[in-house]
């Protein structure tokens, strides 16, 4: 498998569509079992937690739209910047607007797996002329 954007574009939808379903199965194929991502209150999120989190529920997507902005391949890694308009809950608490995120794909073997991410909250800019 030649790694290349238009495959790692394919993966990312399948992973909103893997977010909005809770399809455990391909979460747990396609992030590899040492992950480490930032979320944006700044802890660590584990494949363990994140699978945890589909499996009971706990995360839940009502809306997700992307914004690809970028995606770079370096030999055997796909680096993905994505915005996403989003709408659900995480940990009971509401989870609402624009977030950036930077994604890590590595190529292992056939296999590509999430390594890594972090994503943030854009904030608007408010009109300071107003």
Known sequence: MLLNKELVLQLEYKLI???????????????????FFVAPDGSIIT???????????????????PFFEDVKIMQDTAVVLVDYETK?????????????????????????????????????LENKYQ
């Open 17 to 35: 569509e893997a977010i909005k379903t809770s399809d455990i199965a391909f979460l747990k194929n396609h992030l590899h079992d040492e992950l």
């Open 47 to 65: 494949k363990a937690m994140d699978i945890m989190a589909h499996q009971s529920r706990q995360m839940q997507v009502e809306y997700i739209e």
């Open 88 to 124: 659900g809950t995480m940990l009971g608490n509401p989870i609402e607007g624009r977030f950036r995120y930077i994604r890590f794909w590595k190529q292992f073997h056939q296999d590509l797996k999430i390594i890594g991410g972090s994503c943030h909250q854009l904030k608007l």
